[in-house]
T-cell receptor, first 114, second 113 residues
Framework: ETGVTQTPRHLVMGMTNKKSLKCEQH?????MYWYKQSAKKPLELMFV???????ENNSVPSRFSPECPNSSHLFLHLHTLQPEDSALYLC?????????????FGPGTRLTVL | GENVEQHPSTLSVQEGDSAVIKCTYS??????FPWYKQELGKRPQLIID?????GEKKDQRIAVTLNKTAKHFSLHITETQPEDSAVYFC????????????FGSGTQLTVLP
C-alpha cells in the first residue's frame, strides 16, 4: 500500500492494558504527526517529529508515549488510558515541518477504552 | 497561539445549490490557509489552499476567499453534488515557520438529492 498506513484500524482496550499504534509512510517525507480526532472537535495535534526528532508535544498526558525509530515509522504507545481517550487517532506525514506543506493522513486507528 | 473558529458545524444543501463555509482566525501573522475534506470513514485530504498574497483561488467547483483585514476565509462549493457530502476542515498557520496547522472544528456538509 502506498501513502500513509496505520495499524491496527480498530482497537479496544481496558484501562490497564498496554498497546501500541503503528504508522508507516511510503512517501519519503521527513515529518510525521499524531493527531487525536474526537467528535465535533478540531483535530488535536499531539506530537510532531522531524527527522526522527520530536519537535512538538502539545501538553499530551504521559500515558501517551510516541516513538519515531526512523523517518518512515511512528509509534504511539498507550498505557493506563482513560475512557475519554477513546477517539480516532490519525497519523500524518509531510515533506518537512514547514506549515505550508500538505499533510498526508493515514486512515486512522479507532480506539475504544473500556 | 492561533485559534481558528469554523461555522456552521452542519450544513445541508440541495444538489446543485452552493455551499459556503466560513472560518475566522486570531493571529494576524498567519498567512497559509488550507482546507481538508474528510469523507465518512476516510482520511482527511487537502482540497485547496490559499496564501495571504492572494484574495481568491479557484479550482473547478471549489473556491476559497481570504479577507486578511477581517481575518476570515471561506470555502465556496458551487453546483454541489452528493459526493461533496463530507466533513470539511479549515486550518491556518504561518508558512516559513515551524508552527503547525491549527484546525477548525469541522463542518458536516450534506448534499441532498
Amino acid at each position: 500500500e502506498t501513502g500513509v498506513t496505520q495499524t491496527p484500524r480498530h482497537l479496544v482496550m481496558g484501562m490497564t492494558n498496554k498497546k501500541s499504534l503503528k504508522c508507516e509512510q511510503h512517501l519519503g517525507h521527513n515529518a510525521m504527526y499524531w493527531y487525536k480526532q474526537s467528535a465535533k472537535k478540531p483535530l488535536e495535534l499531539m506530537f510532531v517529529y522531524s527527522l526522527e526528532e520530536r519537535v512538538e508535544n502539545n501538553s499530551v498526558p504521559s500515558r501517551f508515549s510516541p516513538e519515531c525509530p526512523n523517518s518512515s515509522h511512528l509509534f504511539l504507545h498507550l498505557h493506563t488510558l482513560q475512557p475519554e481517550d477513546s477517539a480516532l487517532y490519525l497519523c500524518a506525514s509531510s515533506q518537512d515541518i514547514q506549515g505550508y506543506n500538505e499533510q498526508f493522513f493515514g486512515p486512522g486507528t479507532r480506539l475504544t477504552v473500556l | 497561539g492561533e485559534n481558528v473558529e469554523q461555522h456552521p458545524s452542519t450544513l445541508s444543501v440541495q444538489e446543485g445549490d452552493s455551499a459556503v463555509i466560513k472560518c475566522t482566525y486570531s493571529d494576524s501573522a498567519s498567512n497559509y490557509f488550507p482546507w481538508y475534506k474528510q469523507e465518512l470513514g476516510k482520511r482527511p485530504q487537502l482540497i485547496i489552499d490559499i496564501r495571504s498574497n492572494v484574495g481568491e483561488k479557484k479550482d473547478q467547483r471549489i473556491a476559497v476567499t481570504l479577507n486578511k483585514t477581517a481575518k476570515h476565509f471561506s470555502l465556496h462549493i458551487t453546483e454541489t453534488q452528493p459526493e461533496d457530502s463530507a466533513v470539511y476542515f479549515c486550518a491556518a498557520t504561518l508558512s516559513g515557520s515551524a508552527r503547525q496547522l491549527t484546525f477548525g472544528s469541522g463542518t458536516q456538509l450534506t448534499v441532498l438529492p
